[in-house]
């Protein structure tokens, strides 16, 4: 099985949207693989409702408050996620710690929130250039996962999605061993809270800098069992080719 995912980020508003929707065709998926896109919140119910979205096509939110409700202008909670149609959240994307300054604390918060309104969290781990230059990658992404897996195992699912910093919108990737690296460090600790074969179910994603011509070598990589797609999920044509390299 593969997810393949797209985080829209601040492109596509609710016209966009679904011309988009219009305009993307699935084409023989297999049935194993999944597959998701992330738009921004002012597009999340105009996806999600769309007579033109395929059913195999799942929608998430890209982030949520862990209040439920309440005097928090601009935030959107998880059960109004779930309300206009999302099925999973992302959480602790790189953009939301490093722009944003998003927590380890604010990540777990956020995780047991979704848990509560029945969302799938997907966590997003990552390390700097300089953590990674400082040798210092399992640490920070081990770090981030730790700080969550209180809530992540309390979900019935869940994904993580390691996505170095300096890989994305650099045009820069992990190498085939960075990914293999930093997806069995993940995986390990996943055993050891879960036991082997829970955490053998729970995908894990790599995200920086995906495009159809390094996905199908980013996913032969081991433990490595989709893909979070940024940029080249904007475009229906080049998202259709990196489903279609999923297999």
């Keep these: 099985m593969a997810v393949i995912a797209g985080n829209w980020k601040m492109h596509h508003g609710p016209a966009a ?14 049935s194993a693989h999944e597959l998701i896109v992330f738009p921004p919140t002012a597009s ?14 799942q929608v998430g939110v890209q982030n949520i408050y862990w209040e439920a409700a309440g005097a928090f202008t601009g935030e959107t909670s998880a059960p109004m996620a779930a309300d ?60 981030q996962l730790d700080a969550a897996l209180g809530g992540l195992r309390a979900a019935k699912r869940f994904l993580v999605a390691y996505e170095p910093v300096w890989a994305i919108g650099t045009g820069e990737t992990a190498t085939l061993a960075d990914a293999a690296s930093a997806h069995g460090s993940l995986r390990g600790r996943l055993a050891e809270a879960m036991g082997v074969a829970s955490s053998a179910t729970v995908p894990i994603l790599y995200g920086g800098s995906v495009k159809p011509a390094n996905a199908a070598e980013l996913m032969s990589a081991a433990d490595v069992d989709g893909v979070l797609v940024g940029g080249a999920s904007l475009d229906p044509a080049s998202f259709r080719e990196i489903v279609d390299a999923a297999g």
Excluded: M, Y
């Excluded at 949207?17 to 297999?30: N, Q, R, T, Y």
């Design 84 to 143: 206009a149609g999302a099925s999973f959240a992302l959480v602790g994307h790189s953009e939301r710690r490093h722009v944003f300054g998003e927590t380890d604390e604010d990540t777990r918060r956020k995780v047991e929130a979704a848990v509560r309104a029945n969302l799938v969290p997907v966590l997003c781990v990552g390390e700097t250039l300089d953590e990674r230059r400082a040798g210092r990658v399992e640490q920070v992404i081990l770090r």
């Design 44 to 57: 999340l119910h105009a996806v999600a409702s769309s007579d033109r979205r395929d059913a195999r096509l």
């Design 17 to 30: 949207a679904v011309g988009f929707l219009s305009d993307f065709e699935i084409g023989s998926l297999p």
